[in-house]
C-alpha cells in the first residue's frame, strides 16, 4: 500500500465540499466492511451518506433455503458441506449450527473441491454442497459440477442460491423507495461480468456508478470519482479498478458458468422474487442438483420477530436504526444474517461503528 498516496487522497476526500447532501450506495458486502475496516467511512465530509446495499450473499439468502437445507439433510441423511458464514445463520426455525449440536452432520469446507473430495471419500453417503453466492464464486462451483461428471460421482451434489447483482439493482431502482444518487460498484463481480452489465444504472435511471477495488486507494478514488460525475451531472458507469477489471469481464469464466448454469429467478431476502436474478443447473447437469435429487417440503417460513435485515437490504435504514440492534442482536447472539455474516452491514456497524 501506498501510504503516502493514501493520505493525500484522504486529505482531498475529507476537505470536498458538497453543496447538498449526496447519498452514494456501496452495492458490496466486501465494500461495506472494508469502508469501515479502512477508515475510509470516517473521511466522508458530513452530508455524504453511505447506504447499504443487497450485496452480501449470506444476508441476501432467504429463509426458505436454510429450511430446504435443514429439511433434506434430515430427511436423507446426507453430509452437509457449507462454508464456514452460512453456519450461524439462522433458518426459520433453526440453524445449521443448532442442527449440528444435535447431531446433523455438516461440515465446514473451505472451497467446493474440498467437497468433492469429501464425496470421494465417503462413497457410501450423499455430500450436498451449499452453494451460496454471486457471479464471483459461481466459476468454482460451475467447475467442480463438471469435475463431479467427469470423475462419474454419483454421491455429491449442490444446492444453489446463487445470484446475479446486477438485476437485484436493477430491482432496487425500479422500487423507487429510497433516494440513491449513484452507486459503487462491486469490483469483484465486475472482474467477471465486466461494466456492460451495469450500463443500466445509467442508461435506464439516469445515475452515475464507479467499479471500484476494495483497498483503501481504491474506495477513496472510487467515491471521488462518483462525486466528480455527480458535480458534472454525468450519467455514466465508470471503470476506477481496471487492473481487474477488463470491459468485457472474463470471458472464460462467463462461459464456464454458462455451461453448467442457467439464468433463473430468484428469491432475496427483503427484496423478493427478482426475475433473472438467479443461476441454476442445467438439465444436462440434474443428477448433481439436490434440488430435483432429494425433493423435500420444509415447514412455511417463518421471519425472524423484529429483524430488519430486509429494509436494510434495500437500504431503507441503516443498522443502528433497527431496535434490536446491539440490544437483542449481536455477533454472539446474532437474530438476523446482516449480523452473522463478516460481509454484513450489522456486523460491520456493530465491529466499528459502536466504538
Ligand atoms: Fe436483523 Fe440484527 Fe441487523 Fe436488526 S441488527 S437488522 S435484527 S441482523
Do not use: Q
Request: proline letters at 8%; a negative charge.
Amino acid at each position: 500500500m501506498d501510504r503516502e498516496l493514501v493520505k493525500k487522497l484522504a486529505d482531498v476526500l475529507k476537505n470536498r465540499k458538497l453543496p447538498e447532501e449526496v447519498r452514494i450506495m456501496e452495492v458490496c458486502g466486501t465494500h461495506t466492511a472494508e469502508f469501515f475496516r479502512t477508515g475510509v467511512k470516517d473521511l466522508f465530509p458530513e452530508n455524504l451518506i453511505l447506504i447499504d446495499g443487497p450485496g452480501c450473499p449470506v444476508c441476501v439468502t432467504p429463509n426458505s433455503y436454510l429450511d430446504l437445507v435443514i429439511e433434506i439433510a434430515k430427511k436423507y441423511n446426507a453430509i452437509l458441506a457449507t462454508f464456514g458464514d452460512m453456519i450461524k445463520v439462522p433458518s426459520s426455525y433453526s440453524s445449521l449450527a443448532k442442527e449440528k449440536a444435535d447431531g446433523m452432520d455438516i461440515r465446514i469446507v473451505y472451497s467446493p473441491l474440498d467437497a468433492l473430495r469429501m464425496a470421494e471419500e465417503n462413497p457410501d453417503r450423499e455430500i450436498i454442497f451449499l452453494s451460496v453466492g454471486f457471479e464471483t464464486t459461481a466459476p468454482a462451483e460451475a467447475i467442480i459440477i463438471m469435475e463431479a461428471e467427469k470423475k462419474g460421482l454419483t454421491n455429491f451434489s449442490i444446492l444453489s442460491c446463487n445470484k446475479l447483482t446486477p438485476p437485484a439493482v436493477d430491482a432496487l431502482l425500479s422500487a423507487d423507495e429510497v433516494r440513491i444518487d449513484g452507486f459503487i460498484i462491486p469490483g469483484h463481480v465486475s472482474t467477471i461480468t465486466g461494466r456492460e452489465p451495469w450500463n443500466f444504472i445509467a442508461d435506464k435511471y439516469g445515475k452515475p456508478g464507479v467499479i471500484s477495488g476494495f483497498e483503501a486507494h481504491d474506495l477513496i478514488t472510487g467515491v471521488l470519482a462518483l462525486l466528480d460525475l455527480l458535480e458534472k451531472r454525468e450519467a455514466v458507469v465508470t471503470n476506477e479498478y481496471k487492473t481487474a477489471v477488463r470491459e468485457k469481464g472474463n470471458p472464460n469464466a462467463l462461459k464456464i458458468i454458462d455451461t453448467v448454469f442457467e439464468i433463473c429467478p430468484a428469491e432475496w431476502r427483503g427484496l423478493g422474487e427478482i426475475p433473472g436474478s438467479g443461476l441454476r443447473i442445467r438439465d444436462e447437469y440434474s443428477r448433481f442438483d439436490a434440488k430435483k435429487k432429494f425433493p423435500a417440503t420444509p415447514p412455511p417460513v417463518k421471519e425472524h420477530a423484529g429483524c430488519r435485515c430486509g429494509d436494510l437490504l434495500r437500504g431503507i435504514i441503516t443498522p443502528p436504526e433497527c431496535p434490536l440492534f446491539d440490544k437483542v442482536c449481536s455477533p454472539e447472539n446474532a437474530v438476523g444474517p446482516c449480523m452473522v455474516s463478516s460481509e454484513g452491514p450489522c456486523s460491520a456497524y456493530y465491529k466499528y461503528w459502536r466504538r
